[in-house]
C-alpha cells in the first residue's frame, strides 16, 4: 500500500520561501517520474512541477518557473523523498501542495497548507 506524506507547509510572507517534502513508502518508487501538484480554493488541482525518476530532468508550470526547484532522494528504494523549494512566494500560491506520481495513480495524501501573506 502506496502512502504519500507531505510535510513542510506553513504560513509566509510574500518574496519568502519554504521547502516541502514528500516522502512515500510501499514499493519501489524510484521507478517512477514524480511530481508536485497544488489546489487553492475553489479551484481545480493543478500541475506545479515533475522530475523524472532519474532525477535529471525537471519540467515546471510556467507560473513558478524560476521559482521553485523539484528535487529528489532515491539513496532508499524502498523510500523516495521529493522536494520543492519554493522561493520568492506570491499570494497566488497559496494553496494544499500534494506529491504523487506524473501522471498521478496513487491514492493523494492529506497535503500540506501553505499559505502566502501580502
Known amino acids: 500500500q502506496v502512502q504519500l506524506v507531505e510535510s513542510g507547509g506553513g504560513l509566509v510572507q510574500a518574496g519568502g520561501s519554504l521547502r516541502l517534502s514528500c516522502a512515500a513508502s510501499?514499493?519501489?518508487?524510484?521507478?517512477?517520474?514524480m511530481g508536485w501538484y497544488r489546489q487553492a480554493p475553489g479551484k481545480e488541482r493543478e500541475f506545479v512541477a515533475t522530475i523524472t525518476r532519474s532525477g535529471v530532468t525537471t519540467n515546471y508550470a510556467d507560473s513558478v518557473k524560476g521559482r521553485f526547484t523539484i528535487s529528489r532522494d532515491n539513496a532508499d528504494n524502498a523510500k523516495t523523498t521529493v522536494f520543492l523549494q519554493m522561493n520568492d512566494l506570491k499570494p497566488e500560491d497559496t494553496a494544499i501542495y500534494y506529491c504523487n506520481t506524473v501522471p498521478a495513480v496513487w491514492t493523494w495524501g492529506q497535503g500540506t497548507q501553505v499559505t502566502v501573506s501580502s
Open positions: 510501499g514499493s519501489v518508487f524510484s521507478s517512477y517520474n
